[in-house]
């Protein structure tokens, strides 16, 4: 999908994408060169979008992104940043960034300048009076698989933080043999599946919240 391009009617009546759903490629200009989603593929990328540029609360999220982008690259995790403002708009908010928070940011962002990526990605529809719902984050693994969505509207700012505590349990509960409990952070009990069968949970010994088991992280 060229961002350039028109929208096919599909694609201009999609619907908001799900978990566990492919997320949709494109390719489109952005702040560091012609960017294609697939690119990321082998690695975790959160792809965040915004309604605007020079707007307060995208602001204050980009300088916040910008300073954490090395704990996420840590984690194996890309950022990848869109707006639905032009290319050149792009380049002066990262440079008013830049000289009025003294923070560069270091990933790209995306142009969708005719919204083409946020109809592909269900954030927006013909109906739609402005962009104000352009307001996503997506979690997406190293196959190209959306784990986790998160929207928020124009007045409330995304938490930095809780990005990283979501892509770092979706690591790791992504083999599926353990799971995280509210408010998981690394290091802290995790969850184990419950058991599936009635002998299971009535054995000698079984705890009575046979449905509740945890784990010490290193525990095996």
Not at 25 to 53: E, I, N
Not at 123 to 152: C, H, K, N, Q
Not at 176 to 191: F, Q, Y
Request: contains cysteine; glycine residues 6%; proline residues 8%.
């Amino acid at each position: 999908m060229d961002s350039n391009a028109l929208p096919t009617p599909a694609a201009s009546a999609a619907r908001p994408l799900r978990i566990g759903e492919k997320a949709p490629v494109f390719r489109a200009r952005s702040t560091q060169g012609d960017v294609s989603l697939d690119q990321y593929r082998g690695r975790w990328l959160v792809f965040f979008s915004h309604p605007a540029d020079f707007t307060p609360v995208c602001t204050s999220e980009f300088v916040a992104l910008s300073r954490a982008a090395p704990r996420f690259e840590a984690m194996g995790c890309a950022l990848l940043g869109l707006s639905v403002d032009s290319l050149y708009a792009h380049v002066a908010w990262v440079r008013a960034i830049q000289e009025s928070f003294g923070v560069d940011v270091p990933f790209p962002i995306v142009e969708d300048a005719s919204m083409v990526i946020g109809r592909a990605y269900g954030m927006i529809d013909d109906a739609a009076l402005d962009s104000s719902s352009m307001r996503a984050s997506y979690f997406i693994d190293p196959e190209g698989v959306i784990r986790a969505i998160t929207w928020y509207p124009l007045t409330v700012g995304r938490s930095v933080e809780e990005m990283l505590r979501i892509v770092a349990a979706l690591q790791r509960s992504a083999a599926g043999d353990v799971m995280t409990p509210e408010g998981w952070r690394p290091g802290d009990d995790l969850l184990l599946p419950p058991d599936q069968t009635m002998p299971d949970a009535l054995k000698p010994g079984a705890p009575s919240a046979w449905f509740y088991r945890t784990r010490k992280e290193n525990a095996r």
